[in-house]
Nanobody, 118 residues
């Protein structure tokens, strides 16, 4: 059983900041390795925003580089992953999902809405 509890979404004006949190607790045979934040805007596909691997390597989509930062506390099956989002733009409006990987299995959170208004 894997639980991903997301929080931190909300509505902010353009230029504002939000910090998303994904609290992961896993009681499975394998271990959680990479964790990522994805987002999905209405009518669009779900895309990777930022990811962090077990060894600490991080990656970002081009659209958020320099504005978003992914960090982690803990490791493997008990960890919290944050996404600090600064200088938010209207195009960042979407539902943000946390995803945890264990082998070939992906576990998704319920999503948290981020709305950036003018």
């Amino acid at each position: 059983q894997v639980q991903l509890l997301e929080s931190g979404g909300g509505s902010v004006p353009a230029g504002g900041s939000l910090r998303l949190s994904c609290e992961i607790s896993a009681n499975i045979g394998g271990v959680i390795t990479a964790v990522g934040w994805y987002r999905q805007a209405p009518g669009k596909q779900r895309d990777l925003v930022a990811g962090i691997a077990t060894d600490g390597n991080v990656k970002y989509s081009d659209s958020v580089k320099g504005r978003f930062t992914i960090t982690r506390d803990g490791l493997y099956n008990s960890q919290t992953v944050w996404l600090q989002m600064n200088n938010l733009k209207i195009d960042d409006t979407a539902i943000y999902y946390c995803k945890a990987e264990s082998g070939c299995t992906n576990y998704w959170g319920q999503g948290t809405q981020v709305t950036v208004h003018s």
